[in-house]
């Protein structure tokens, strides 16, 4: 008859919970970049929103969406712009507003 042994054999693991806060995430990916010893070339696109992630950080659900709604459809327009300078070059009209006309009926 065997005995049976109050230690058991296995212990379950518990489920290790996400202790990384942003800040400690963000800190870990900077560091990383620093130990690659490999040349980054960062995107200027990216970076240019990278640089507007704090600002973008303190709008709500609903500004973030406007916000996204009027990039699309400023690329939509600037798009548009370019396929009607190659159709007639002579009558574009290149100032800024008429890149920023945002018709949300689109989305």
Do not use: W
Not at 24 to 40: C, G, H, I, T, V
Not at 64 to 80: D, P
Request: proline share 7%; glycine share 2%; net charge positive.
């Amino acid at each position: 008859m065997a005995t049976l042994s109050p230690i058991p054999k296995s212990i379950p693991k518990r489920p290790i919970k996400n202790a990384v806060s942003p800040l400690d995430a963000k800190m870990m990916k900077l560091m990383d970049s620093y130990s690659n010893n490999e040349p980054k070339i960062m995107n200027r696109h990216l970076s240019f929103f990278n640089g507007i992630i704090p600002s973008l950080d303190k709008f709500d659900d609903d500004e973030v969406l406007e916000f996204q709604m009027g990039v699309l459809q400023l690329l939509k327009n600037i798009k548009s712009c370019r396929r009607h300078s190659l159709q007639s070059p002579a009558s574009v009209d290149y100032s800024y507003s008429n890149y920023t006309k945002i018709d949300y009926n689109d989305f």
